[in-house]
Antibody
Framework: QVQLQESGPGLVKPSETLSLTCTVS??????????WSWIRQPPGKGLEWIGY???????NYNPSLKSRVTISVDTSKNQFSLNLNSVTAADTAVYYC???????????WGQGTLVTVSS | QSALTQPASVSGSPGQSITISCTGT?????????VSWYQQHPGKAPKLMIY???NRPSGVSNRFSGSKSGNTASLTISGLQAEDEADYYC??????????FGGGTKVTVL
């Protein structure tokens, strides 16, 4: 079955870059049929869509984050990654990676990883 | 893009039916049949309950059903059970080819 697992630092300093990786098993990130996505959830708050990568290269991002976000894929490792630069405390959240058959629907999720932005 | 609008909380007694609304615009909910619903228990990842307005993934109880009218989508939980107590989120495709979530609804089983 499809499984996703997030990994990366749990603590990032303000103004630095948050970098997370999602390792996929049971499916190929190079498949052209799925949207490999990042979603986040600040503590005690709701879900926020960050963006996706599709067909190993096509991307789209939340307009509110677009200037700071990059999503990329490493097909050799069957992983996709999130980079968010110039972070502030407002970027503190649980970050989820997910796979969807359409842009806005995700059947498979990682367990989530908490990233705290603090000096 | 603005978040979709959901009630903050909905409650019901065991066995009752409840409905959660999700209101957007013609640029998201009203314009496409790509509304999904998720259930999230504390400390867990969201679980897809409904996709494309009214379709249930395999393994999801038929007590959960979805519908849409105009710019508002709805999730109905019938025969409410204690295990249904959780947060519920809607999501929609948008005209900018992005995704957007609702603010979430806390369901309490009395």
């Amino acid at each position: 079955q499809v499984q996703l697992q997030e990994s990366g630092p749990g603590l990032v300093k303000p103004s630095e870059t948050l970098s997370l990786t999602c390792t996929v098993s049971g499916a190929s990130v190079s498949s052209g049929s799925y949207y490999w996505s990042w979603i986040r959830q600040p503590p005690g708050k709701g879900l926020e869509w960050i963006g996706y990568i599709y067909n190993s290269g096509s991307t789209n991002y939340n307009p509110s984050l677009k200037s700071r976000v990059t999503i990329s894929v490493d097909t050799s490792k069957n992983q996709f990654s999130l980079n968010l630069n110039s972070v502030t405390a407002a970027d503190t959240a649980v970050y989820y990676c997910a796979r969807g058959g359409v842009i806005s629907s995700w059947r498979h999720w990682g367990q989530g990883t908490l990233v705290t932005v603090s000096s | 893009q603005s978040a979709l609008t959901q009630p903050a909380s909905v409650s019901g007694s065991p066995g009752q039916s409840i409905t959660i609304s999700c209101t957007g615009t013609s640029s998201d909910v009203g314009g496409y049949n790509y509304v999904s619903w998720y259930q999230q228990h504390p400390g867990k990842a969201p679980k897809l309950m409904i996709y494309e307005v009214s379709n249930r993934p395999s393994g999801v109880s038929n007590r959960f059903s979805g519908s849409k009218s105009g710019n508002t989508a709805s999730l109905t939980i019938s025969g409410l059970q204690a295990e249904d107590e959780a947060d519920y989120y809607c999501s929609s495709y948008t005209s900018s080819s992005t995704g957007v979530f609702g603010g979430g609804t806390k369901v309490t089983v009395l």
